[in-house]
């Protein structure tokens, strides 16, 4: 079963489509950590799904972290493939 985080405190975003998949894309990216070979983000109730394949340097790299940190996500499923960076 995919592991799912949640947070009571979400804040409302404007309905733009997209808007939060996006926010939460750039997130990611900008972590120096993850390495991703493929994302796909899609918004579900409360938050994002994430998708795709993830290389990390360090062992405790907490992907959801990184996406709960974007305004507006309560909530991460992650359906990400972990594959840890050979040193």
Do not use: Y
């Not at 993850?34 to 994302?39: I, P």
């Not at 940190?69 to 960076?85: D, E, T």
């Amino acid at each position: 079963m995919p592991k799912t985080t949640s947070s009571t405190n979400v804040e409302r975003l404007p309905d733009q489509p997209h808007a939060l998949e996006a926010q939460v894309h750039r997130e990611l990216l900008a972590d120096t950590h993850l390495d991703f070979s493929s994302l796909v983000i899609r918004r579900i109730p409360n938050g994002v799904c994430l998708q795709g394949v993830v290389e990390i340097d360090q062992p405790e790299t907490d992907v959801l972290d990184s996406a709960m940190r974007v305004r507006g996500v309560g909530s991460v499923q992650n359906r990400l493939v972990v594959r840890h960076k050979a040193k």
